[in-house]
């Protein structure tokens, strides 16, 4: 079983609309988590971590579920510049990070 | 932000050769960096745990001789594919911690496309 797992998409969406998208990981020992974005053929940047409570940052919010072992991320007015992958991310220990496959958001004009 | 360089961006050799990449951490002391390998459409694998001053630890698979790293400062991690062949062919990212910004969260280089022919 993987350790992070995420719905590969592609999610196509209008310009403006909300989309979510959800993560799962396995270790319940699992102690910090991240949304990293990664445009095409280019490295992963850091989008936001996610805090217990939950946590927004402008068009974006990221929930944690510990519970259920998922976490969300919910993107509200998509724009045209927010197509690229979002990979979910996990850390296990101080160094070990595991990251999901990614999912792919494509947003049409 | 802390920004993590590698050179070369992309490279091209011949099956049986050796390629190193170079990854640096530009505005900070990086004790940590890690090596990731993509391939197309596939997530990160992490491939080894770099440690400044003794032995990179290998992620279960990744052959330790074959890719050779070494932290010899607290700024370079080098990463040496010995021997390499067009399986070998991918997109190797490096990224390292800044202990200053954070505990947790680490900084990606640009990464590096191999391509063995």
């Known amino acids: 079983r993987k350790e992070v797992e995420q719905d590969p998409g592609p999610f196509n969406v209008p310009e403006g609309a909300t989309v979510a998208f959800n993560c799962t990981y396995s270790n319940s020992a699992s102690q910090s988590f991240f949304w990293y974005r990664q445009d095409c053929r280019k490295e992963p940047k850091l989008l936001m971590s996610?805090?217990?409570s939950g946590n927004e940052d402008g068009r974006f919010t990221a929930q944690l579920n510990r519970a259920s072992q998922y976490i969300s991320l919910l993107i509200r007015d998509s724009k045209l510049s927010d197509s690229a992958t979002y990979l979910c991310v996990v850390n296990i220990d101080f160094n070990k990070f595991y990251f999901g496959s990614g999912t792919k958001l494509n947003v049409k004009p | 932000g802390a920004v993590v360089s590698q050179h070369p961006s992309w490279v091209i050799c011949k099956s049986g050769t050796s390629v190193k990449i170079e990854c640096r951490s530009l505005d900070f002391q990086a004790t940590t960096m890690f090596w990731y390998r993509q391939f197309p459409k596939q997530s990160l694998m992490l491939m080894a745990t770099?440690?400044?001053?003794?032995?990179?630890?290998?992620e279960q698979g990744v052959e330790k001789d074959k890719f050779l790293i070494n932290h010899a400062s607290l700024t370079l991690s080098t990463l040496t594919v010995t021997s390499a062949h067009p399986e070998d062919s991918s997109f190797y990212i490096c990224?390292?911690?800044?202990?200053?910004?954070?505990?947790?969260?680490?900084?990606f280089g640009p990464g590096t496309r191999l391509t063995v022919t």
């Open positions: 990224s390292a911690r800044d202990p200053g910004q954070g505990p947790k969260e680490q900084y």
């Open positions: 996610v805090y217990s």
């Open positions: 770099s440690n400044e001053g003794s032995k990179a630890t290998y």
